[in-house]
């Protein structure tokens, strides 16, 4: 298997601009999940999908952040606009079901300057 | 009642040392206790994982104690490497019924050669 993969690796980008951050789980996985890892707050749960349905985006920080899962292949975590307040390690991650193995991406490296 | 809290915030070892990691929980109805190992420029990888019926498990040089009654749990690296330095994360759920993991706030371990 593939495992979770996610684009881009890594991204810069000037504040007020739009970032879209990409992810595809492993098949068969039927939830999906947004972490965000920075130094001061540790791994911190964003959002997490049932079946492509978003079922607790409590960890989403503001109206800023959005995140979508519109097949069973494919989800995106959307900032609009970004802040420098932004910069972290974006991971996403699937399991088969929940409370069970997490498998993580890479990860993709925000970067608002 | 869903928090994880783990300590160390860092460790150092010596090469050939024990490193102990240790978590407690509140949420009684936890029902998995699973270690994360996260490399630098990864993602946490599941490294060794238990269930409240045992109350250890070993993997290797890795092993998982765990402590119903005082709602603890730790990890022993066994002969510590340096190629062990990595961050630690714990974790938690209620398998059983489907909760998500709650993870700890992450333990950064140098072993040093």
């Known amino acids: 298997d593939a495992g979770v993969i996610q684009s881009p690796r890594h991204e810069v980008t000037e504040m007020g601009q739009e970032v879209t951050l990409r992810c595809k789980p492993i098949?068969?996985?039927?939830?999906l999940f947004w972490y965000r890892q920075t130094m001061m707050r540790g791994l911190e749960l964003l959002i997490y999908?049932?079946?492509?349905?978003?079922?607790?985006d409590s960890g989403m920080p503001e109206d800023r952040f959005s995140a979508k899962m519109p097949n069973a292949s494919f989800s995106t975590l959307k900032i609009q606009p970004s802040e420098p307040r932004d910069s972290a390690v974006y991971f996403c991650?699937?399991?088969?079901?929940?409370?069970?193995?997490?498998?993580f991406g890479e990860g993709s490296w925000l970067t608002v300057v | 009642q869903q928090q994880v809290k783990q300590s160390p915030q860092s460790l150092i070892v010596q090469k050939g040392g024990i490193s102990i990691i240790n978590c407690a929980y509140e949420?009684?109805?936890?029902?998995?206790f699973p270690w994360y190992q996260q490399f630098p420029g990864k993602g946490p990888a599941l490294l060794i994982a238990?269930?409240?019926?045992?109350s250890e498990k070993k993997e290797g040089r890795f092993t998982i104690s765990f402590n119903k009654s005082a709602k603890q749990f730790s990890l022993h690296i066994m002969d510590s490497q340096p190629g062990d330095s990595a961050t630690y994360f714990c974790?938690?759920?209620?398998?059983?019924?489907?909760?998500?993991?709650?993870f700890g706030e992450g333990t950064q371990l140098t072993v040093n050669p």
């Open positions: 991650a699937s399991s088969r079901t929940l409370g069970n193995t997490i498998y």
């Open positions: 098949s068969g996985h039927d939830y």
């Open positions: 999908f049932n079946n492509n349905v978003p079922i607790d």
């Open positions: 949420n009684t109805a936890f029902d998995y």
């Open positions: 238990i269930r409240p019926d045992v």
């Open positions: 974790a938690a759920s209620k398998f059983s019924s489907g909760s998500r993991l709650t």
